[in-house]
């Protein structure tokens, strides 16, 4: 049994640094939000009243060649339901509701968050 064991944990080592030895792919988050610096005046402050009310907005991002098919609308809803309860849960801030944007396309404009708050009537969004 110990000879089993060993190779057993030999293999899941082997499988782990494999795993982590991979590339990950590159963070495209300054493709949808702009990256501001200390003392830029587009900067506004959270409210000091808590819990602060947001809208999450869920995007399937389909911008490079190598992303996922979409989900499923029904695992889409179970997703953004589970975010909505741990975001609740962990901070303070209370999802009031979720909005799905749909699919950015490859090439897609970038979005502007200010015009999307004013359409879905939130003053902040997640």
Known sequence: MSR???RL???IGVMLSVGCAGPTPASRLAQYVPISRPGDS???RLPDQR???ATLVLIADRSES???PLLPEVVQE?????LREDINRGFPIVIERVVQLG???AGGAKLDWRTVAGQQG???LV
Do not use: H, Q
């Open 4 to 6: 089993y064991r060993t």
């Open 9 to 11: 944990l030999v293999l």
């Open 42 to 44: 587009a900067l506004t």
């Open 51 to 53: 819990p602060v009310r």
């Open 66 to 68: 190598e992303a996922p």
């Open 78 to 82: 179970r997703l953004a339901e589970k």
């Open 103 to 105: 699919e950015i396309p």
């Open 122 to 124: 939130a003053e902040y």
